[in-house]
């Protein structure tokens, strides 16, 4: 059997990230073949990804990258099980690696990403170069969301990243590439990563959104004790009134604008057009909350330091 030596360890430990013993024992598995022994790496990152699939990650990065044209734009939401995990510089530039991943890739479909070769190395897969950063991190990573946008013809693309990671958007404004729509683009981003819209205007809800929501707050009322014996029409006066607030609260332009509390954002629009001398419009956005939607496990702070403490 060939001798494993301290360069030779060293090669591999350069090239596959793994720890020095791991290392050490698939040279020594793989008598000395170095091939052999990142194939060995592999499937036991593999194996500790699996092991760590079951526990809940509801911590990790929203990331936002914009080509060097800014002709093109990417939101990307990876997870990690800590927060701790999330300020890690090795996750963090993980997580920019599947952004240029996504900005190359011709996959919208979560699954078929996976499966598609590792830039990096074309010798694995996107999921693959995920177990890995598993096998090194410790924790269960989850590449969870992605979103590609093209810009339109006339359109100017904004960005605005929220504590670190919390939030993620990306907005698409119809204007001049000039530093004023810029920065009115910035600060649209801002009100959305804030105000959470789900529509950029009332035209953008469908009937049929619309009509579902009357029907539970109709419910709602109904449910309401103090509304019990009041005329239908008194009830159906409340639940437009209701429905109205409501759609403004999820529609962009019909917000307070966070900045200026007299103007909505319509009107804040309207002001930077007048300044600029040519409409500007918001034509899409993209938000992303990390960990939005994840039932997050509950764990007490003593406990868990008292259990890294026993590892």
């Not at 194996?47 to 734009?73: F, P, T």
């Not at 969870?144 to 958007?169: C, M, Q, W």
Request: glycine letters at 6%; charged letters at 30%.
């Amino acid at each position: 059997m060939p001798e494993v030596t301290a360069a030779m360890v060293k090669e591999l430990r350069e090239t596959s990230g793994a720890g020095m013993m791991d290392c050490k024992k698939a040279l020594v598995e793989a008598d000395g073949d170095m091939e052999q022994a990142q194939k060995i790496l592999r499937e036991k990152g593999l194996a500790a990804a699996a092991k760590k699939a079951g526990r809940v990650a509801s911590e990790g990065l929203s990331y936002v990258y914009l080509n060097d044209a800014k002709d093109m734009a990417v939101v990307v939401e990876v997870n990690s099980e800590t927060d701790f995990v999330a300020k890690n510089a090795e996750f963090q530039t993980f997580v920019n690696k599947v952004a240029l991943q996504v900005a190359a890739s011709g996959n919208s479909d979560i699954e078929m990403f996976l499966d598609e070769q590792w830039s990096e190395d074309s010798s694995i897969t996107v999921k693959d170069a995920l177990s890995q950063m598993i096998a090194r991190i410790g924790e269960n990573l989850s590449i969870r969301r992605f979103e590609k946008l093209s810009k339109n013809p006339n359109g100017v693309f904004a960005s605005y990243i929220h504590a670190g990671g919390k939030v993620a958007v990306v907005a698409e404004l119809e204007g001049a590439a000039n530093d004023a729509v810029l920065e009115a683009g910035k600060n649209i981003c801002m009100q959305i990563a804030s105000m959470s819209p789900q529509f950029v205007t009332r035209a953008d809800v469908s009937e049929n959104f619309i009509q579902s929501e009357k029907e539970i707050l109709t419910q709602q009322a109904k449910n309401d004790e103090k509304n019990q014996g009041k005329p239908d029409n008194i009830i159906e006066k409340m639940i437009e009134g209701r429905l109205g607030k409501h759609l403004r609260g999820m529609c962009l332009y019909d917000q307070e604008y966070v900045k200026d509390g007299d103007l909505t954002v319509e009107k804040y629009l309207e002001v930077v057009s007048k300044e600029v001398g040519s409409p500007v419009k918001v034509l899409r956005f993209v938000r992303f909350e990390t960990g939005e939607g994840i039932a997050k496990k509950e764990e007490n702070f003593a406990e868990e330091v008292s259990k890294a403490m026993e590892v």
